[in-house]
């Protein structure tokens, strides 16, 4: 089932449950509010029989005349009751048609029984209707006597509690309540007609509530579907690789807040997809250059036009390990970016680990003219957790590109901060340095600058993207500065086990 039907389904659902409950609410309400107003109504036309009941009870100083002999009690309900009262009911009654009165309704039979007939309450076609209409005797019938702590003293009802009260009072004291029992109601034929005419009121307004409100739901099922729908072509256009697909955000609700995301994930997807072609041709670059110059190499030997000596052995050899350098980067790569690039975690030194590796590297600097200004101080509280074997990697690798792109001869200056709980190693070469736009991608796999630091210079441009997984794994920042001397400065910023907080 799709979601439209679903969502309108639900909508009108729950429309027509609370639209039921709503009207049967109000017709009950209507019902017993309007059987309230007629026993109120007929408790105010008793004050003659009030005023007859408190007489009698001056006379014998009490109620208990009436339980033992209910018959004056009667008497005097019938005298009270006011004439034109009564021909106005019995000819509201008389013209309806007669039926006989069910025995279980309790009431004394007469000879003429009479009824209206509407049918019992909430059996008939309009659901909950009025009781039947009764006649003068029936209204003798429903009026009862209490006495002050409203128990009961004549009459058919002995519960006060379904009964309507009138307090009878001489001189503010109550003495009695006189009671109209609830359960057996009078109604009149036009006292009918209005409750019937005010339930098809209800229903007609139940029924047209209804219909607004499903025009509503469909209109507003499609509405909230609008967005979803293209959500789902724009999910599709990604799916066939059109990355730089945008949904336009209408609204800033979770709707909305979906298509942002949405677009987000696209604009980040088409990011990857751009890093992702870059990437193979990089690298398809990077190793034909290596392959071009073997080819060369081996065809000329092939022919004859270079001798098979020690000269062209180590040509080959090199452009060999080139190659064998650009696969390893490569492979270090794929491992660090699947979360495979297996580190062995422990508390080291790297300050003692940059010292040993530094020495790796006399020799090296000493044929080249370079001088090595270290600013080092190993200290026991300098410790972090990291891999040492990573740490001699990401030290060589920047240690070998300031080597390799510095202007000869030259100066590499290696210092140490220690602040706030971190660790900060900083190199430093004498030259030249780098645009300021081209800083933020020296860490770019294969991003090499056309000038100073190029090809020739040698490498795989990709050193410094691996030296940027290390030091990320190990929870560090590395960044890359332009210096006051002139030169490229790169800082590898750890965090320490040992709290320190002055500045060294």
């Known amino acids: 089932m799709k979601l439209s039907y679903k969502i309108f389904g639900s909508f009108l659902l729950t429309i027509i449950l609370s639209l039921f409950l709503m009207v049967t609410i109000l017709r009950i309400h209507a019902a017993i509010s309007f059987s309230d107003f007629i026993n109120d109504r007929l408790m105010e036309k008793m004050v003659n029989l009030k005023e007859k009941l408190i007489v009698e ?75 039947p209409m009764m006649g003068p005797q029936d209204l003798i019938d429903r009026i009862s006597l209490f006495d002050e702590n409203k128990n009961p003293v004549v009459g058919r009802s002995k519960n006060h509690s379904k009964n309507t009260l009138g307090a009878i009072t001489v001189n503010g004291k ?36 209804l219909f ?7 209109v507003l099922s499609k509405h909230m579907l609008s967005p979803i729908k293209g959500l789902i072509k724009s999910t599709q256009d990604v799916a066939s690789f059109k990355f730089d697909t945008r949904i336009d955000i209408k609204t800033n609700d979770e709707l909305g807040r979906l298509a942002s995301d949405f677009n987000s994930m696209a604009m980040t997807l088409e990011k990857y997809e751009d890093l992702r072609k870059q990437w193979i041709s990089d690298i398809s670059h990077e190793l034909r250059t290596p392959l071009s110059v073997l080819q060369a190499e081996v065809e000329a030997l092939e022919d004859g036009v270079r001798e098979l000596n020690h000269e062209a052995l180590a040509s080959l050899h090199g452009e060999i390990s080139h190659l064998t350098k650009i696969v390893n980067d490569l492979h270090d790569l794929s491992l660090s970016d699947s979360g495979m690039l297996y580190f062995r975690m422990e508390p080291v030194n790297p300050v003692e680990i940059l010292v040993e590796t530094l020495q790796l590297f006399k020799t090296t600097c000493e044929k080249q003219t370079i001088t090595l200004v270290q600013h080092l101080k190993i200290e026991p509280g300098s410790m972090i957790t990291g ?30 901060k220690v602040f706030h709980n971190r660790l900060v190693l900083s190199f430093e070469d004498s030259g030249p340095g780098v645009p300021e736009e081209s800083l933020v991608r020296l860490f770019d796999r294969f991003y090499r600058l ?19 997984n290390i030091a990320e794994t190990m929870g560090g920042i590395i960044s890359a ?18 709290r320190g907080n002055k500045l060294q």
């Open 481 to 498: 500065r332009n210096t006051t001397q002139g030169g490229l400065g790169i800082d590898i910023d750890l965090p320490l086990e040992a």
């Open 57 to 131: 009870y001056n006379r014998n100083n009490s109620w208990e005349f009436l339980r033992s002999e209910p018959h004056p009690f009667r008497s005097l309900v019938e005298q009270s009751i006011d004439k034109r009262e009564r021909f106005r009911r019995e000819s509201g009654i008389f013209h309806q048609k007669h039926r006989p009165m069910p025995p279980e309704h309790g009431f004394a039979r007469r000879p003429n029984p009479q009824e209206d007939d509407f049918p019992e309450p909430g059996h008939g076609k309009g659901g909950m209707m009025p009781p």
């Open 174 to 209: 109550i003495i009695g309540y006189l009671g109209i029992d609830k359960d057996r109601q009078l109604f009149e034929p036009r006292e009918t007609g209005f409750l019937k005419q005010q339930f098809k009121a209800f229903t007609f307004i139940g029924c047209g509530v």
């Open 450 to 468: 056309d000038s100073s630091r190029s090809r020739k210079k040698g490498g795989s441009g990709l050193g410094l993207s691996i030296c940027k």
């Open 387 to 416: 891999d040492k074997d990573r740490l001699v990697q990401m030290f060589s690798n920047i240690i070998e590109n300031g080597i390799k792109y510095m202007t000869k001869p030259g100066q590499l200056t290696i210092r140490q």
């Open 212 to 218: 607004l409100s499903a025009l509503v739901s469909f």
